[in-house]
C-alpha cells in the first residue's frame, strides 16, 4: 500500500518555475515506478511524466519534454517535479501516482497502470 501527498503547487506568471513534491508513505515507494498527471476542468486526465524505480529511466509527454524535470529520492520516499518555463497551458491540477508493479524497469505513461493515487495539487500559470 501506498500513500501520496502533493506539494509545491501555486500561482506563477507565465516564465516562471514551480517544483511540486509527492511524498509517499509505505515500504514500496522505493520499489515501483511513479508518475505525474494533470487534469483541467472538461478534459480528461493527461500524462505528464513518468519514471522507474531506479530513477535512471524517464519519458515525458511531448508539451513537457525539455521544460519539466522528473525525479524520485527513494531515501526521503518523494518524487519531484521540476517545472520550467511555465505556460498558461500547463494550468491544472497535478497528480502524482505509484504503480503496483515492484522492480519493473520501465516508465508508465497510460494511467490504468497506476493503482495509487495523490489527492492533486493546483498549478496556476498566468500570462
Known amino acids: 500500500q501506498v500513500q501520496l501527498v502533493e506539494s509545491g503547487g501555486g500561482s506563477v506568471q507565465a516564465g516562471g518555475s514551480l517544483t511540486l513534491s509527492c511524498a509517499a508513505s509505505?515500504?514500496?515507494?522505493?520499489?515501483?515506478?511513479m508518475g505525474w498527471f494533470r487534469r483541467t476542468p472538461g478534459k480528461d486526465r493527461e500524462f505528464v511524466s513518468s519514471i522507474d524505480w531506479t530513477g535512471r529511466l524517464t519519458e515525458y509527454a511531448s508539451s513537457v519534454k525539455g521544460r519539466f524535470t522528473i525525479s524520485r529520492h527513494n531515501g526521503k520516499s518523494t518524487l519531484y517535479l521540476q517545472m520550467n518555463n511555465l505556460v498558461p497551458e500547463d494550468t491544472a491540477v497535478y497528480f502524482c501516482?505509484?504503480?503496483?508493479?515492484?522492480?519493473?524497469?520501465?516508465?508508465?505513461?497510460?494511467?490504468?497502470?497506476?493503482?495509487?493515487w495523490g489527492q492533486g495539487t493546483q498549478v496556476t500559470v498566468s500570462s
Open positions: 501516482a505509484a504503480v503496483s508493479y515492484t522492480y519493473s524497469s520501465r516508465t508508465y505513461s497510460e494511467s490504468s497502470f497506476y493503482s495509487y
Open positions: 509505505g515500504r514500496a515507494f522505493s520499489s515501483v515506478a
